[in-house]
Every structure is written in C-alpha cells, then in structure tokens.
C-alpha cells in the first residue's frame, strides 16, 4: 500500500494541506463506485439482450416452405416409379427392373371459384358547376364448396400433372435390344414426355 501512501500522505497533514488530501480521497472513492456501478449495468443488460426470444427470419421461414416442397415433390418421384416400375415388370424379357424420375414440380391443383363482377357509377358535382362521372369496377371471386360427410370441401376444377424432367430405368432384360426398345417407348407413353428424358439401361450381373 506504499503507492497510497504516497499518493494521499499518512494522513499526519495538518491545515489546508489535510483537507486537500480529503478532498483527493473522496474523488478517488467516486470514481471507484461509479466504474462499478457502470460495470454492474453492462451485465443486466447483456443477461436481458441474451433472454429475449428468438425470433425466426424470413430466410429461415423460406427454407421451411422450400423444405415442404421438395418433400412433396419426392413423394410423388416415389410415387411415379413405383407405378412405372411394376409396369414395365410385365414386359416380356424386362425381369427385375428400378426407376429413377425426377420432376420440374409438383402437381398443381387448381379449385373453382364463383366470380361476380360489378360496376358502380358516380356523379359528383364540383364547386364550379361542372359534374365529373366516376366508373368503379368491383370483381370479387368465392371458393365453391360441397358438404361431404358433414364437412366442406372445396371443387376441384382441374389438376395440372408435375413436368417430367428425367427418368432412368434400369433392367436385367436391358441389354438385348429388342426388350431395351420396348421399355425405352414403354416409358415414353406412359408419362408423356420426349425421348431424350428417358435413358434405359442394362443392369450388372449380381447387382
């Protein structure tokens, strides 16, 4: 504590000389409590910023849609091979035969709706004598529904079937070209879509 000492004396000062070392000391103790109290309030502040909820972003709410998405997409891929693998199973010569397809998009469905349109008319007269005419056109649309079982469910109008954008089927009975053939068109005409989308291959021996 020699530095103290040093600092404010032995306290043995006498006159002007001792209430100046007084007056020393307190400034110092003030400027320790008030550090400390300054200390004391950056801590609640920082535990009350870290208690707050979070609270999750537009990015974060977009990858949860994009996620529902794809799910529903791979559930049809899943879905559409399956059917076209045990199709293409009754091909004569195929023998054991895997699909791969994989969509543009999901299928879209699209629902009835009643629409009303409407066209009000208004004549207003300003302050000079003139009339100005108003044409207001009000169009408004209302999901049809149809009670099933007690509950509403709404009309479908029509159902727009997911794009196809590759398929891949591979089968033991590939690799002699009259049943490639056969499965290569098989494939064509049951989806729809053009032949370079699909690819068929023979399968390795054992795999």
Not at 24 to 41: E, N, T
Not at 54 to 78: F, G, I
């Amino acid at each position: 504590m020699s530095w103290w000492k040093k600092l404010v004396g032995d306290g043995e000062e006498e006159g002007p000389k001792k209430e100046q070392l007084k007056k020393v000391k307190m400034m110092i103790v003030g400027a320790v409590i008030g550090i400390g109290l300054l200390v004391m309030g950056s801590l609640g502040q920082e535990k009350q910023v870290q208690s707050l909820p979070s609270t999750p972003d537009k990015v974060e709410v977009k990858a949860k849609e994009n996620q529902r998405v794809n799910t529903a997409m791979a559930s049809e891929e899943d879905f559409l091979a399956q059917k076209l693998c045990e199709m293409l199973e009754q091909v004569n010569g195929a023998g054991e035969v895997k699909v791969t397809i994989r969509l543009e998009n999901s299928t879209l469905t699209e629902y009835a709706i009643n629409t009303s349109t409407g066209k009000k008319t208004t004549q207003e007269k300003d302050q000079s004598g003139g009339t100005r005419t108003l044409t207001e056109d009000t169009d408004t649309g209302q999901l049809v529904l149809v009670t099933r079982g007690g509950e509403e469910t709404p009309v479908m109008s029509r159902e727009i079937a997911p794009t196809v954008a590759g398929v891949l089927v591979v089968a033991d009975g590939a690799d002699n070209p009259r049943v490639k053939a056969q499965l290569f068109r098989a494939t064509q005409v049951a989806l729809g879509i053009e032949p370079h989308k699909v690819i068929v291959m023979a399968r390795k021996a054992g795999a």
